[in-house]
């Protein structure tokens, strides 16, 4: 069975920090590209970073040198450090894991960046 939960969203002030956790079932977290993609309701769905299992990293030129994906494969989670945030980074977070040709996603965490 295929679990993922994202936590960590909230309401920071511009400038502030954030820290999301994306936790996944262990048979679906090992061997595989895990990513954040964020989302606007009613507007598509936008890649932010991805890490593969390797360590291999990928980031959206609007995060790049403010966000870091990162994650441990003993607690089969993956974290998006979020910092410097600005009110354009408001939006639901989701973790997305890649099992071609399919991604699996969580529910979505939201966050909320004030000015």
């Known amino acids: 069975q295929v679990q993922i939960v994202e936590s960590g969203g909230g309401l920071v002030q511009s400038g502030g920090s954030l820290r999301l956790s994306c936790a996944a079932s262990g048979s679906i977290f090992s061997g595989n590209t895990i990513g954040w993609y964020r989302q606007t309701p009613g507007k598509r769905r936008d890649f932010v970073a991805t890490?593969?299992?390797?360590?291999?990293?990928n980031y959206a030129d609007s995060v790049k040198g403010r966000f870091t994906i990162s994650r441990d494969n003993a607690k089969n989670t993956v974290y998006l450090q979020m910092n410097s945030l600005q009110p354009e980074d408001t939006d639901v977070y989701y973790c997305g894991v890649q099992i071609a040709p399919f991604i699996y996603w969580g529910q979505g965490t939201q966050v909320t960046v004030s000015s």
């Open positions: 890490i593969t299992s390797g360590g291999s990293t």
